[in-house]
């Protein structure tokens, strides 16, 4: 399996989670230092990782990355797509358009690169799973995070695009919101103060104080997406605290934990 965003905050604990259940990760970061340590953390608790430099704004780096996973490990059959930054914080008519092109190629684009690398492969051996991670903004409106959640909600309509896709070639794509956890992400926002607004930044106060949502409930989330328990399950977004476990034996609407259009009759 391959999971971007590994250096550090969700994808490192999920990278950990993975390796703790018996998989073989290959972990994707831009900080050579951040992925060298989380695959040395995996390593000291018995897992098989390899630390893998790239940047998923970049295509071509993403692809090398898939190649070096294959090799190691075998096929790339489950993608954890977590890499993402927080893009400017506050009005968006201060934000810095180079600011927003950055989060956009990183939150949205990097998920794209990374789902354009692995699917080939999944669709010709009838077998894959991906899982984006998303966010706050992604089914609401985010005041002062306007690019963080505009690269968010498309994500979401993206994953949905894809499955419909892929799903005669048995591959599930699946949005999986992680809830409010501490990470170098609460810290911009505590640094961002005002410019966060009073929720956001009431938020993060709370986050920092107790942790936020706890690893192992995103973990056993991640888990069951990647697993054939959820096969009949692609192109949803589901919450860390959805009932997601009753899924598992559920028929699901096609509309429910997705993303639509309300309509004035």
Request: aromatic share 4%; glycine share 10%.
């Amino acid at each position: 399996m391959l999971i971007t965003g590994a250096g550090r905050g969700i994808g490192k604990r999920l990278a950990i989670g993975f390796a703790s259940a018996g998989d073989r990760v290959g972990l994707l970061a831009r900080s050579k230092a951040e992925v060298d340590l989380a695959r040395l953390e995996i390593e000291h608790s018995g897992g098989a990782a390899i630390p893998i430099q790239a940047d998923v704004r970049d295509f071509e780096a993403v692809c090398v990355a898939v190649e070096t996973v294959r090799q190691g490990f075998g096929q790339v059959d489950v993608l954890i797509a977590a890499a993402g930054v927080q893009g400017p914080i506050g009005p968006f008519w201060e934000a810095d358009p180079g600011a927003w092109a950055n989060a956009v190629g990183v939150n949205l684009l990097g998920v794209m690169h990374a789902c354009r690398a692995v699917l080939p492969g999944m669709i010709q051996r009838r077998r894959g799973k991906i899982i984006v991670l998303t966010g706050g903004g992604t089914t609401h409106p985010r005041p002062n995070f306007a690019a963080y959640a505009s690269s968010k909600a498309a994500l979401a309509r993206f994953v949905e695009t894809v499955a419909e896709e892929v799903r005669e070639h048995n591959v599930q794509i699946n949005d999986m919101s992680p809830g409010g956890t501490y990470t170098h992400m609460t810290d911009e926002i505590l640094r961002a103060g005002e410019k966060a607004g009073d929720k956001d930044l009431a938020d993060a106060r709370q986050v920092r104080q107790t942790g936020g949502v706890p690893p192992d409930r995103q973990i056993q989330l991640a888990l069951f997406l990647a697993s054939e328990r959820s096969n009949h399950i692609t192109g949803k977004l589901l919450h860390v605290n959805d009932d997601w476990r009753r899924l598992e034996h559920a028929n699901i609407h096609p509309e429910i934990y997705t993303l639509r259009r309300v309509q004035k009759i």
